[in-house]
C-alpha cells in the first residue's frame, strides 16, 4: 500500500508489530541512549515533568508496551453501571423511542437520532427519562417550519393536533412562532432557521426549564415543575409534516455545553482521556525529528515533517495506531479528538501547511491501521464535518465556514480518502449537497450584518399608473449618500461570501478531477454515477422526502457545479485547440437516443422513451446507424403491459444506461453499419464507456449527419452539463422565484413607510393621540426595513449578484444551441427530454424578473442575439407536430404570449427570418376547435393592444375611477403592437379562400360560448346575492367568471383587429362566406350589446356587488371592444360596406337602437335634428373616459349613433307588413329569402348557412343539400316559365 506525500513506499505487512526476538536486532538502528530519549519525548505523560535521561527507566521497543498500558491507564468506571446515574432512569445509549411513545407518522434515520415530520402533527420521545438533578440535551434545527421542542411525562397524551406543550406536564419552546408552550401559550425566545442549534435545560433540583438558541440563554421558560414520585421528564418533540432535526443527546460532543448540566448520555470517559493521550504521543511523533549522526532530537514544526522510512518512526507510529485505530472507530473521539486536532491544524497554520500535515495524518491512517478501520474513521470525520459547517453560527468573516471548507479540501486532495469518500460516503450517507450550501442569517444582528452593512437604503417605488422605479437621477444628495454607503457595505459582504464560494468551487474541482486514474477509477467517473444517483431520486422519488435534496441546497450547489464544470472545459480546450470552448457549450442531439445516459422515467418531447423507440427505429437505423436491441423493444412493450404492477424493490432500481455492441469492435465504424443498443447498469460503466476509445465514441454514439466530427470536450463533462440543467428544472428555478419574496417584503414596508410619513405630514399638531400612533408605526416599519434590507444584501450576494446571473444566463444560452441542433436532426429532435425547453423558457423569465433591478438582463453580453434566438425556437416549436406533450405546449404558449408582451422581446421576435414569422402567425390563425385557444387568441390580442378602440390602457380604467389611490390594483403592460405581425395577418388572411371563413368561424363560435357561460354563472351568482340566508360564492367560480369574461373581451378585440386589417372578409359579398361571417357578427354583437346595456339589468346588478375576483367585470372593456367593431364596420369601411353592415345590423331582429344610445349615456335615441344632451353622471358613458378615448374616437361613436338612427328610421318607414307565412320557418325573425336545391325547402339565409357550417342535410326532410338560390330568383324564374308555356 502506497503512502502518499513520502519520498519511500512502505508495505504495511513489513511494520507490523515485531516478536520480541526481532525487537533487538531492530532497536540497534539507532543507539539505546537517542532510543530512550526519543521514546521518553514521545511517551511522556502531561503531567509527568521530565527529568534528567539517568534519572528514568530506559525505554526499549520491548518495554513499550508495558510503559503504554501505564500511560494509558484510567480509573475506567464499570460499563455497566453507566446507566445507573443518580437522577436518570433507562438505557445509557439514548436515542429515539421508535417502537414506543409517539404519535403519528416520522421517518426515524438509522442512528435514531433523527426525525422527519410524515404526518399532520407527529410527536415522539426519547428511551431515557430524568427526574433529578440538571440535563440538557440539544436539537439541530434542520427545518424552520412549525415544531414544539422540550420535556414530557409519559403520562401525556398526544393527537394530530395537540403535541408537546399542549398538555399538562409538557412544556415546549416554539421558534418557528416564537412562543413557548405548557396548555397556554407566550411570547418566548427568538426566531430560529434552519441550521440553529436549541439546548433543552431542565433543572429537577429547582424545578425550572429554560432554552439557549445558538448557546445564548433565552431565559427561564417555566417554573414549579411538577416534582416527586412518578415524575420524570423524557425529551420530546412534536413536528409538522416535512419539518426535520437531529438530536444529540451525548452521543457527540455537545456543540454549547452548559455550566453545570450534565447530557443525558454520559461521554466516553475513560475512552476520550487515552485517545487525547494517544494523541498527545502523535503531535510529539509530529514535532520530533530523530538525528542519527549527531545522535539528538530535532524539534520541528509539525507541517514540515516527513515520513522518511526510518524504522524507529514506524515501529513508534504502529504502537501508538494500534491502540488508536480501534478508538478512531467512535463517533464522540472522531469529533473530540481527532477533529479537534485536525481543526487546530487548519487555523494555525496557512493552507497549505494545513494541506502538508493533513496529507500526512491521512497516509499515516491508511498505512498503519485495517481499511475498514481507516473507512469507519474517515465516514464518522465526514459526518462530524457536515453538521460542523451546517450548524455554525453565521459570524461576519464566515471565519467558522472557511476552517472547515478548508479542513474539507485537505482531506478530500488525499487521493485515496477521496475515491474511499466518494464512492461510500458523500452521496450515499452524507447531503454533501451541505457542503455547497451558504445559509442565510435569519437574525441579522448575530450574523455581524450591522457592522458590515451600518447603512441601509432600499428603493422607493411609486404606484401610479405609467410610472416606474424612482430614477437615480430623481435621488435626493442624502438618498444618494445612503445608497453608496449602502452598495459599498453589500461589496464588503459579498467579497467574504465570495471566498466561502470559491473554497467550495475548489470541493467540485477535486471530486471532478479525472488525472486521478493511478491504480483504479479517476474521481470524476466515480462522481457521474453517484450525480446520475442524487438526480434520479430527486426526480423520481418526490414523494420521499429524506431522499429529496433543499431546493436552496440545489440553487447553491448549482452554480458551484456550473464555475467546476467551465474551469475544466476550459482547459481541456486549452490542449485541444479542436474543441469547443465553454461559451459554445450545447447537448449533441445522439446523447437523447443512443441510451448512453439515463433520463429515468423523465418525459421526452415525442411521449415515452419506449414508444419513441418502436416508432422511430427505422429513423435512428438510417439517420444515426443504431438498432434497438429486439429484447430491448419486447421487455418495452412488456412494460407497457405491466404497468399497472407493483413496481420493483427500491434496490432493484438502479440507474440504467446503454453500452454497444459493435459488429467490428477493432477498426473505426462506417456509415453502413450499425450499432446495437443494449442495457447496463450505471454502475459497472467504465471511462471507456463514456470517453469512448478509436473505435467507439462512448457518450457521443450514433452522431447524426447534421453534427460535426470534432468533439466539443470531454465526454463526461457533457454529462455533467446535462445533470447540471437537470438540476435547474428540478428545484432550481422555483427557489429562484421563491427568494424573491425578501425584495417584495422590502418595498411592501417601503410602501408602508412612506404613507405613514405622508399621514405624519398631513396629521394636525394638536392630535397629540393620532401622532404618537403615527411615530410608532413609522419607527416599526423602519427597524423592520433596516432589518430587510440586511437581509436583501445578503440574498443578492449570495443568489441575485452578477456572478450568478451570468451563470443563469449560460445555461440558457446553452439550452438554445442544444435545441437548434436537436430540431435540424428532424423527427430526433423527439427524443430530447422536456426539461431543455422547460429551462430555456424558465431561465429567461428569471433573468428578466428575479435579477433586478441590481443587475439588468440588456447587460448581457449577446443580449439580442438570444433574445432572437429564443424568439425563433418560440415561433417554431409551440405548434410543432413533434412535440405532444401537453404541459410543455402550454409551456412553450404561455412563453410565447409573454414573449410579445414586452418591447424589446416583440422587436426580437420581428427580427426572426420572415419564413419563421408567417409560419408562426399562420399557426396562430388555425382553427380554435379542438386545441387549446385562449393562448393563442391572447397572443393575438397583445399584438393588437394599442391599436384598438380605447385600448391603450395600462390599468382597467373602471377601476382607477373607483379607486384612483390604490396601487395594489391588477397591471397591464404597456401596449407594444406589432404592424410587422399585422400585416402578415392580413396577408394570410387574404391568400386563401378557407384560411379566414374557418379562423373566423371558430372565433365566433368561442365568443358564443364564452359570452353564453358568462351570462350563466353570473346568474347563478346573483341569485346566491338575493337569497336571505347567509351563503358564500365560490372563489373558484368567480375566477371562472371573470376569466369568460375576459376571454369574451379578448375574442371581441380579435374580430376588431380582423376587420381594421381586412374589412374585405365582412363587407365584400362577392366572397361566398362574407355576407354568413357578418350576419353571425352582427348577432353576436347585438347580444353583447343587450345583455350588458338594458337597464338595472342582471349584468348591472352583478358589477354593483364588486366581488373579489370579479374586479375586471365591468361595462367599459366589454363595450369599448363592441364599440371598436362597429365603429369600424359602420363609420370607416367603404360606402358600400357600410350599407350592407348597416342592412345587416338592422335586420337582426335582437338590433335595438337603445343599447347603441347607452354608450353615450343616453336612455334613449335623442330626437332627429337634435344636440346630443349631456350625459348623467350616474350612467354608464364613453365620454366619462376622456382619458383613454380621444376625441376624435367619440366623435366616430357620435356619427355612428347618428347614422343607425337616421338608417334606422328610414327602414322603420321604408317596411311593409310581412304575413307569417312569409316568415323563416326556422328563426321567424326574418322573411324568407333562400330555396333548398333539390327538395325546395325554404328559410332565411341566416338560418341556412349557420346550418351548412356543421351540416348538409335539410332542416325538414334530411335530403342532402345541393345548393341554396334566391327564393325571390326562383320564384320569378317559375312565373317566367309558366308565361312562356
Not at 459570524?395 to 478530500?412: E, F, K, N, S, W
Not at 422511430?616 to 436491441?629: F, G, H, Q, R, T
Not at 449560460?810 to 438554445?816: G, Y
Request: negative net charge; glycine residues 6%.
Amino acid at each position: 500500500m502506497a503512502s502518499k506525500g513520502s519520498s519511500m513506499s512502505f508495505s504495511r505487512k513489513s511494520y507490523r508489530l515485531t516478536s520480541d526476538a526481532e525487537k533487538s536486532r531492530v532497536t540497534g538502528i539507532v543507539h539505546e541512549k537517542l532510543l530512550n530519549d526519543y521514546l521518553h519525548r514521545i511517551f511522556s505523560s502531561p503531567e509527568h515533568v521530565p527529568t534528567a535521561a539517568t534519572s528514568r527507566k530506559p525505554l526499549n521497543f520491548q518495554n513499550l508496551p508495558e510503559h503504554l498500558d501505564q500511560l494509558l491507564h484510567v480509573e475506567d468506571e464499570d460499563e455497566e453501571s453507566q446507566g445507573q446515574v443518580e437522577g436518570r432512569l433507562g438505557p445509557s445509549t439514548v436515542v429515539l423511542d421508535h417502537t414506543g411513545g409517539f404519535e403519528g407518522l416520522l421517518l426515524v434515520d438509522d442512528d435514531l437520532l433523527g426525525v422527519i415530520g410524515h404526518s399532520n402533527f407527529g410527536t415522539i420521545r426519547s428511551t431515557t427519562c430524568v427526574y433529578k438533578g440538571k440535563w440538557v440535551y440539544e436539537v439541530l434545527i434542520s427545518s424552520q417550519g412549525l415544531m414544539q421542542i422540550g420535556w414530557c411525562t409519559i403520562n401525556c397524551r398526544f393527537n394530530q393536533e395537540e403535541g408537546v406543550g399542549d398538555t399538562h406536564n409538557s412544556y415546549a419552546y416554539d421558534g418557528n412562532r416564537v412562543r413557548k408552550w405548557n396548555v397556554t401559550t407566550t411570547n418566548y425566545g427568538k426566531a430560529w432557521a434552519a441550521g440553529d442549534i436549541v439546548s433543552c435545560l431542565i433543572d429537577l433540583d429547582d424545578g425550572t426549564l429554560s432554552f439557549c438558541l445558538n448557546g445564548v440563554s433565552l431565559g427561564t421558560a417555566f417554573e414549579n415543575l411538577s416534582r416527586g414520585l412518578g415524575m420524570a421528564y423524557f425529551p420530546a418533540i412534536s413536528l409538522s409534516f416535512k419539518e426535520s432535526v437531529a438530536f444529540n443527546f451525548g452521543s457527540r460532543p455537545l456543540r454549547y455545553p452548559v455550566a453545570g448540566y450534565r447530557p443525558l448520555q454520559d461521554p466516553p470517559h475513560a475512552d476520550l482521556v487515552r485517545a487525547q493521550k494517544l494523541l498527545g504521543c502523535f503531535r510529539a511523533v509530529l514535532s520530533v525529528e530523530l538525528d542519527p549522526v549527531e545522535g539528538r532530537l530535532v524539534e520541528k514544526d509539525s507541517s514540515e515533517w516527513q515520513l522518511q522510512g526510518q524504522p524507529t518512526v514506524l515501529l513508534t507510529l504502529a504502537h501508538i495506531f494500534h491502540r488508536f485505530a480501534p478508538l478512531l472507530r467512535k463517533v464522540y473521539l472522531v469529533e473530540a479528538v481527532l477533529m479537534s486536532f485536525l481543526r487546530g491544524v487548519v487555523e494555525a497554520g496557512t493552507p497549505a501547511q494545513a494541506q502538508s500535515v493533513v496529507r500526512q495524518v491521512l497516509d499515516l491512517l491508511w498505512l498503519f491501521m485495517e481499511d475498514y478501520e481507516v473507512q469507519d474513521c474517515l465516514k464518522q470525520l465526514m459526518m462530524s464535518l457536515l453538521r460542523l459547517y451546517r450548524f455554525s453560527p453565521i459570524v461576519p468573516d464566515l471565519g467558522l465556514q472557511i476552517h472547515y471548507l478548508r479542513l474539507t479540501i485537505a482531506i478530500l486532495r488525499h487521493e485515496k480518502s477521496r475515491k474511499f469518500l466518494l464512492s461510500n460516503v458523500l452521496f450515499d450517507v452524507l447531503r454533501s449537497v451541505v457542503f455547497f450550501y451558504i445559509k442565510s442569517p435569519l437574525r441579522v444582528e448575530e450574523a455581524g450584518l450591522q457592522e458590515l452593512i451600518p447603512t441601509t437604503w432600499w428603493p422607493h417605488r411609486s404606484g401610479r399608473e405609467g410610472k416606474d422605479s424612482k430614477d437615480v437621477k430623481d435621488e435626493t444628495a442624502e438618498e444618494r449618500v445612503r445608497r453608496r454607503a449602502y452598495e459599498r457595505g453589500c461589496q464588503r459582504l459579498k467579497k467574504r461570501i465570495e471566498v466561502v464560494e470559491e473554497l467550495q468551487v475548489q470541493i467540485l474541482k477535486l471530486l471532478l478531477n479525472n488525472k486521478d486514474d493511478n491504480g483504479g477509477e479517476a474521481s470524476r467517473y466515480i462522481f457521474l454515477t453517484k450525480f446520475r444517483k442524487f438526480l434520479q431520486e430527486n426526480a423520481s422519488g418526490r414523494g420521499n422526502m429524506p431522499m429529496l435534496c433543499p431546493p436552496e441546497y440545489m440553487v447553491c450547489f448549482l452554480h458551484r457545479l456550473i464555475s467546476a464544470l467551465r474551469y475544466y472545459w476550459d482547459e481541456y480546450k486549452a490542449s485541444n485547440p479542436r474543441a469547443a470552448f465553454s461559451e459554445e457549450a450545447y447537448i449533441p442531439p445522439q446523447v437523447f437516443y443512443n441510451g448512453k445516459v439515463d433520463y429515468f422515467d423523465l418525459q421526452r418531447l415525442g411521449g415515452l422513451l419506449s414508444h419513441l423507440r418502436k416508432t422511430l427505429k427505422d429513423d435512428l437505423a438510417s439517420k444515426a446507424n443504431i438498432l434497438i436491441d429486439p429484447l430491448e423493444l419486447q421487455a418495452a412493450t412488456m412494460d407497457d403491459l405491466d404497468e399497472d404492477e407493483e413496481p420493483a424493490p427500491a434496490a432493484a432500481q438502479v440507474p440504467r444506461t446503454a453500452a454497444v455492441s459493435l459488429m467490428t469492435p477493432r477498426r473505426p465504424l462506417s456509415t453502413s453499419e450499425k450499432v446495437k443498443v443494449r442495457t447496463l447498469s450505471a454502475e459497472q460503466r467504465t471511462r471507456e464507456d463514456i470517453e469512448g476509445s478509436h473505435w467507439n465514441e462512448g457518450l457521443l454514439l450514433g452522431r447524426p449527419p447534421e453534427e460535426p466530427e470534432q468533439p466539443l470536450t470531454e465526454n463526461s463533462l457533457l454529462e455533467v452539463l446535462d445533470g447540471a440543467i437537470m438540476m435547474y428544472n428540478l428545484s432550481v428555478h422555483q427557489q429562484l422565484g421563491k427568494m424573491v419574496g425578501v425584495s417584495d417584503d422590502v418595498n411592501e414596508y417601503a410602501m408602508a413607510l412612506r404613507d405613514t410619513e405622508d399621514k405624519l405630514r398631513r396629521c394636525p399638531k394638536r392630535r397629540n393621540d393620532i401622532l404618537a400612533e403615527l411615530t410608532k408605526s413609522q419607527k416599526v416599519f423602519s427597524e423592520k426595513l433596516d432589518h430587510l434590507s440586511r437581509r436583501l444584501a445578503w440574498v443578492h450576494a449570495t443568489v441575485y449578484s452578477q456572478e450568478k446571473m451570468l451563470d443563469i444566463y449560460w445555461l440558457l444560452r446553452v439550452c438554445l444551441r442544444t435545441v437548434e441542433h436537436g430540431d435540424r436532426t428532424g423527427s430526433l429532435f423527439a427524443f430530447m427530454p422536456e426539461f431543455y425547453l422547460s429551462v430555456a423558457i424558465n431561465s429567461y423569465s428569471a433573468l428578466k424578473n428575479y435579477f433586478g433591478p441590481v443587475h439588468s438582463m440588456e447587460e448581457l453580453p449577446g443580449y439580442e442575439e438570444t433574445l432572437t434566438r429564443l424568439a425563433a425556437i418560440l415561433a417554431k416549436h409551440f405548434a410543432d407536430t413533434r412535440i405532444v406533450g401537453t404541459d410543455i405546449r402550454d409551456s412553450l404558449m404561455q412563453a410565447l404570449a409573454s414573449y410579445v408582451c414586452y418591447p424589446h422581446s416583440l422587436r426580437a421576435v420581428e427580427r426572426i427570418p420572415e419564413e419563421q414569422r408567417v409560419a408562426m402567425v399562420r399557426n396562430l390563425l388555425a382553427p380554435y376547435e379542438q386545441r387549446p385557444w385562449a393562448q393563442t387568441n391572447w397572443i393575438l390580442v397583445r399584438l393588437w393592444r394599442g391599436c384598438g378602440f380605447g385600448y391603450r390602457y395600462t390599468r382597467l380604467p373602471h377601476l382607477l375611477k373607483t379607486k384612483p389611490e390604490d396601487a395594489n390594483l391588477p397591471s397591464l403592460q404597456k401596449p407594444c403592437p406589432s404592424t410587422l405581425l399585422q400585416q402578415h395577418m392580413a396577408e394570410l388572411l387574404r391568400e386563401g379562400p378557407d384560411v379566414a371563413p374557418s379562423f373566423l368561424n371558430s372565433v365566433l363560435n368561442q365568443l358564443n360560448w364564452a359570452f353564453s357561460e358568462f351570462i350563466g354563472m353570473i346568474q347563478e351568482i346573483q341569485q346566491a346575492a338575493e337569497r336571505l340566508e347567509r351563503n358564500f360564492v365560490d372563489s373558484r367560480q368567480l375566477k371562472v367568471c371573470a376569466t369568460c369574461f375576459d376571454l369574451s373581451v379578448s375574442l371581441l378585440r380579435v374580430l376588431e383587429m380582423t376587420i381594421t386589417l381586412v374589412p374585405e372578409i365582412f363587407l365584400d359579398w362577392a366572397r361566398p362566406t362574407s355576407e354568413m361571417l357578418l350576419r353571425r357578427l352582427a348577432q353576436l354583437l347585438n347580444q353583447v350589446l343587450n345583455r350588458v346595456t338594458a337597464e338595472r339589468n342582471l349584468f348591472d346588478r352583478v358589477v354593483t356587488l364588486r366581488l373579489p375576483g370579479l374586479e375586471s367585470v365591468d361595462h367599459y372593456p366589454i363595450l369599448v371592444a363592441v364599440t371598436g367593431i362597429l365603429v369600424r364596420l359602420l363609420v370607416h369601411g367603404p360606402a358600400s360596406g357600410t350599407e350592407r353592415a348597416t342592412s345587416v345590423l338592422l335586420a337582426d331582429p335582437c338590433f335595438q337602437l337603445r343599447s347603441i344610445c347607452y354608450l353615450l349615456g343616453q336612455p334613449e335615441p335623442p330626437a332627429p335634428g337634435t344636440a346630443l344632451p349631456t350625459p348623467d353622471r350616474k350612467r354608464f358613458s364613453l365620454q366619462s373616459y376622456t382619458d383613454y378615448i380621444s376625441m376624435e374616437e367619440l366623435a366616430e361613436v357620435e356619427q355612428m349613433l347618428a347614422h343607425l338612427t337616421s338608417a334606422s328610421a328610414q327602414a322603420a318607414a321604408a317596411s311593409l307588413p310581412t304575413s307569417e307565412e312569409d316568415l323563416c320557418p326556422i328563426c321567424y325573425a326574418h322573411p324568407i329569402s333562400a330555396v333548398f336545391q333539390p327538395c325546395g325547402h325554404k328559410s332565411c339565409k341566416a338560418c341556412i348557412n349557420q346550418h351548412l357550417m356543421n351540416n348538409k342535410d335539410c332542416f325538414f326532410c334530411k335530403a342532402t343539400i345541393v345548393s341554396v338560390e334566391d327564393w325571390e330568383k326562383a320564384a320569378n324564374a317559375s312565373t317566367t316559365t309558366s308565361s312562356a308555356a
